[in-house]
């Protein structure tokens, strides 16, 4: 049985600020680890079990669209067995697309392994335009018609895919991961170059490797694929969330606590900690994980998001809202994304001082932050919100909390569990 707990779309989160967080927080498996590895279970007849499996909507949604292709699922506490012998090449349709962008990592697994499908395009989405054309234009080179008719991708492989080298006009994550996985079931090597090097990426390659793929190199900006896999029944255990563990190592900085991050990997996680040290943020690694503590006040620092191993921009909004309670200004430049400052606004409404030009923001920290009603509208952007409200005087009211959900596991019972004074209330 999946833990997650059904909760209504209009749930919010309120939350009374002041409190020092102190304790131990468990990561969860990495949201965008198991995105692709779910999809990737299209590729073989065997089955594949993913352990540490985090409990968040988004992957329950990826294994709802796998489903919808035929394969049969078991599911326990964060962990589930994919068997896909039975799956068919349906359409994927615009409304499951346009719900998790990341669906569209199915486009290549279905056409490797029967030869056809039918993706809807996404289209647009919270934080920008992202458009699909470089994973279009690697699964061309490796000889896929495509065709875009009435917003879906439909593709084929009339001769079958063959190797090749292809060069990534920049090092596109979820472009890397179609690549690669279609690269495959291609005859021949495929060699694919400006590879995006993020953990997720290595331990997406870890997992088809473990299914019977030969793949060398993920991690690197050079990805070596040798083709025809001879598939066979695999299991893999996700690696921990970067993503969540810098969550609550900011969590613990912009409340001058202390936090454990059970099974946070230091490797995977150098230029957050890097950039919370330069802010007087204390990171060490303990038995368990990491250990992060603030005991000084915080200094501004400067940030540039950028592809792995720059700084994240799924941690950006994150760490704006410590900037905002450090003494003196911060630049912020977001290169990743264009329209990733949505939290703004709703940080400015509890007082934070943020002034937006493109794709910098100019944060002037030390202002006093004080509780009101904001919006969560998107993922990254609202747990910032939260991070706010935990040093915010009074009451905070987060609205639209699926929004957080969809990739962090119990978010308000981990922090509650550390001190903070944060409940769910109903519709
Ligand atoms: C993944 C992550 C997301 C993270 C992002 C960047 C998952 C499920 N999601 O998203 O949380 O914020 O990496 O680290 O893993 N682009 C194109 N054409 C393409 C593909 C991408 O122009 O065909 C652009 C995007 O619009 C964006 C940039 O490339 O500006 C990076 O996107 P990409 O690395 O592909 O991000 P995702 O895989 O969508």
Known sequence: MALIIKVSAMDRLRIVGGQRLQGAVTISGAKNAALPQIAAALLSPHPLELTNLPDVTDVENMLGVVRLHGAEITRSAHAATIDTSAAV??????????????????????????????????????????????????????????????????????????????????PSVGATETAMMAATAAKGETEILNAAREPEVADLAACLNAMGARIEGAGTHRILIAGYTNWHAARHDIIPDRIEAGTYAIAAAITGGQLELTHARLEHMASVVQLLEATGVSVWPGDRGLIVSRDRPLKAADLTTEP???????????????????????????TIFENRFMHVPELMRLGANIKLQGTMALVRGGEKLHGAQVMATDLRASVSLVLAALISEGETIINRVYHLDRGYEQLDRKLRLCGADIERLGA
């Open 89 to 170: 090449s349906k359409e994927t349709s615009y409304d499951t697309v346009r719900k998790m962008r990341a669906t569209v990592l199915v486009l290549a697994p279905l056409l490797a392994r029967f030869g056809h499908a039918r993706v809807s395009l996404p289209g647009g989405c919270a934080i920008g335009a992202r458009p699909v054309d470089m994973h279009v234009a690697a699964l061309t080179a490796l000889g896929a018609r495509i065709a875009i008719e009435n917003g879906l991708i439909v593709a084929s492989v009339p001769n079958g895919l063959t190797g090749t080298r292809i060069v990534l006009p920049s």
């Open 308 to 334: 792995y191993p720059g700084f994240p921009t799924d941690l950006q909004a994150q760490f704006m809202a410590l900037m905002c309670c450090a003494e003196g200004a911060s630049l912020l430049r977001e």
